[in-house]
């Protein structure tokens, strides 16, 4: 699988740590950065990661700030971005199997490696149901054209 992955300095260490585990089970990974804790602005990786996953270049996109929510907010303004916060692989779960998420973003301040690696297994372990839930995917990218 082909995956982007970025951060920003909150989310740099949890980055790092990430692009092992996902190197090790074997994907394609691009890092677009931020490379060290130096401030930097988080919508600047979610619009690279995005656009990537947006584009068809990435299958999936994972992103890392302190809290996720920043990266989340940011990527989901890129038509085609479904973006979720995830820090329960539950939650992550349901979110490809419910709402075809296709970026993952974590809280790079509230969850460790290990929790950050169980979440991620989850996203990526998970297929999107279709089905009923196809309607309201359909419905959230109607949003993204009915605003323009």
């Not at 299958?59 to 820090?87: F, H, W, Y």
């Amino acid at each position: 699988m082909r995956i982007y992955l970025g951060a920003d300095h909150g989310g740099f260490a949890l980055k790092e740590h990430v692009k092992g585990f996902l190197a090790g089970l074997g994907h394609e990974v691009t890092d677009v950065g931020t490379d060290s804790e130096e401030s930097v602005d988080y919508p600047d990786f979610a619009a690279v990661v995005g656009q990537a996953v947006a584009s068809g270049n990435a299958d999936l996109g994972v992103l890392v700030c302190g809290t996720g929510l920043g990266m989340a907010i940011a990527a989901n303004k890129i038509p085609g971005v479904r973006a979720v916060q995830a820090s329960d692989p539950e939650m992550a779960h349901m979110a490809r199997l419910h709402n075809d998420a296709n970026v993952l973003t974590l809280p790079g301040r509230y969850i460790g490696p290990e929790r950050a690696a169980e979440v991620i297994e989850a996203f990526l372990g998970t297929a999107f149901e279709g089905g009923r839930h196809q309607r309201r995917v359909d419905k959230i990218a109607a949003l993204e054209t009915d605003a323009d």
